[in-house]
Nanobody
Framework: QVQLVETGGGLVQPGGSLRLSCAAS????????MGWYRQAPGKERELVAS???????NYANSVKGRFTISRDNAKNTVYLQMNSLKPEDTAVYYC????????????????WGQGTLVTVSS
C-alpha cells in the first residue's frame, strides 16, 4: 500500500515562512506528479502547486512568487517552501501523488496524504 505522510505544518505569523514535506512510501518505483492542495474552512480544495518527474512546475496564481515546490525523486519526497505567508493561506494542506508505480507492477492512480494544518495569524 502506498502512503503519503506530511510534516511541517503549524502556526506562523503573517510574513513568516514554513516548509512542508511529504514523503511517499510503499515500494515505489516512480511517481508521475506530486503536488500540494489546500482546503480552507468552508471552501473547496484547491491546487497550490505541482511538479512532474521532469521538474516542470505549476502554481496557483495566489501563491506565485511566494511558494516554491520541489521534489527529490530518489527519496520520493516533495517539499513546499512557503514564504511571505498571509492569513488567507490558512488551510489544511494535503499532499497528492498521481500515477504511482510500485516495484510489484501495481499502479495507483491517485494517493492523498492525511493533511497538515497551516495557520497564519498574529
Amino acid at each position: 500500500q502506498v502512503q503519503l505522510v506530511e510534516t511541517g505544518g503549524g502556526l506562523v505569523q503573517p510574513g513568516g515562512s514554513l516548509r512542508l514535506s511529504c514523503a511517499a512510501s510503499g515500494n515505489i518505483f516512480s511517481i508521475d506528479t506530486m503536488g500540494w492542495y489546500r482546503q480552507a474552512p468552508g471552501k473547496e480544495r484547491e491546487l497550490v502547486a505541482s511538479v512532474i518527474t521532469g521538474g516542470s512546475v505549476n502554481y496557483a496564481n495566489s501563491v506565485k512568487g511566494r511558494f516554491t515546490i520541489s521534489r527529490d525523486n530518489a527519496k520520493n519526497t516533495v517539499y513546499l517552501q512557503m514564504n511571505s505567508l498571509k492569513p488567507e493561506d490558512t488551510a489544511v494542506y494535503y499532499c497528492n501523488a498521481v500515477r504511482v508505480r510500485t516495484y510489484f507492477a501495481r499502479v495507483f492512480g491517485e494517493v492523498w496524504g492525511q493533511g497538515t494544518l497551516v495557520t497564519v495569524s498574529s
